[in-house]
C-alpha cells in the first residue's frame, strides 16, 4: 500500500540550511506537502508543489521533487530558532475525496 | 485558521467510558477528516466525510464511529474507550479549489486510564 518515509530526527546549527528528506510510493499523487507542527499546536501547511513541478521556492523555503525517484525534500534557509518543529510531508491518496497519508515526520532541532 | 474549533481540547477518561470528540467548522466546507497522532506513526486517518452523514473508514477505524448531521459539525464517537485510544486527535477540513489542502483544528489530547 501507499507509503511516506522520513527520518525522524535533523539537529541543526543556527544560520546553517537544512535540508528534510521524504520518500512516497503513490506515484498518482497530484500533490505533495509540507506541514510543520509547533509544540502543542495543530499542524500548519508550510509549503505544497504541483506533481509537474521539479521545484519550488518561497523565500526561505525550498522544494525539490523529484518524481523518477520519489523523493521530496524541504529545505530551509538560514535556520532559525523559531523552525524548531515537527516537519511532516504528505501526498494525496488514491480514491479521491482529497485524502493524504502523511510521513511519521522529522523533529528538527536547531541549536545556536 | 480555516474556522475550525475542536472540543473538548484535553480529556481524561476511563476504560470502557464512552467518549464523544467535537470538531466544529464556520466555513461550510464539504469534506472532513479526523486523525490521530501517535509518536513514530505521524498522522492517521480514522474516519472522514464528504457531506452531511456521508462517512468513510479510514485506515485506523476500529473501535471509532463518526457522524455528520449537519455541514459544520463532525462527531468522533469512542463507543467504550481503551487505553491503546489514548492520543492526539486532529480534526481537518479540505479546500477543494485547486490544490485540495486541508487545514487542520487545533487537536484534542484525550488519555484513557
Known amino acids: 500500500g501507499e507509503d511516506v518515509e522520513q527520518s525522524l530526527f535533523l539537529s541543526v546549527r543556527e544560520g546553517d540550511s537544512s535540508v528534510i528528506n521524504c520518500t512516497y510510493t503513490?506515484?498518482?499523487?497530484?500533490?505533495l506537502y509540507w506541514y510543520k507542527q509547533e509544540p502543542g499546536a495543530g499542524l500548519q501547511l508550510l509549503t505544497y508543489?504541483?506533481?509537474?513541478?521539479d521545484m519550488k521556492q518561497d523565500q526561505r523555503l525550498t522544494v525539490l521533487l523529484n518524481k523518477k525517484d520519489k523523493h521530496l525534500s524541504l529545505r530551509i534557509a538560514d535556520t532559525q530558532t523559531g523552525d524548531s518543529a515537527i516537519y511532516f510531508c504528505?501526498?494525496?491518496?488514491?480514491?479521491?475525496?482529497?485524502?493524504?497519508?502523511f510521513g511519521a515526520g522529522t523533529r528538527l532541532a536547531v541549536h545556536p | 485558521d480555516a474556522g475550525i474549533t475542536q472540543s473538548p481540547r484535553h480529556k481524561v477518561t476511563e476504560t470502557g467510558t464512552p467518549v464523544t470528540l467535537r470538531c466544529h467548522q464556520t466555513?461550510?466546507?464539504?469534506?472532513m477528516y479526523w486523525y490521530r497522532q501517535d509518536p513514530g506513526h505521524g498522522l492517521r486517518l480514522i474516519h472522514y466525510?464528504?457531506?452531511?452523514?456521508?462517512?468513510d473508514k479510514g485506515e485506523v477505524s476500529d473501535g471509532y464511529s463518526v457522524s455528520r448531521s449537519k455541514t459544520e459539525d463532525f462527531l468522533l464517537t469512542l463507543e467504550s474507550a481503551t487505553s491503546s485510544q489514548t492520543s492526539v486527535y486532529f480534526c481537518?477540513?479540505?479546500?477543494?479549489?485547486?490544490?485540495?489542502?486541508?487545514?487542520f483544528g487545533p487537536g484534542t489530547r484525550l488519555t484513557v486510564l
Open positions: 503513490d506515484s498518482s499523487s497530484t500533490y
Open positions: 481537518a477540513i479540505s479546500v477543494t479549489a485547486g490544490t485540495d489542502t486541508q487545514y
Open positions: 466525510s464528504y457531506g452531511v452523514k456521508d462517512t
Open positions: 466555513e461550510n466546507h464539504r469534506y
Open positions: 508543489i504541483f506533481s509537474n513541478m
Open positions: 504528505a501526498e494525496t491518496l488514491p480514491g479521491g475525496y482529497n485524502k493524504l497519508i
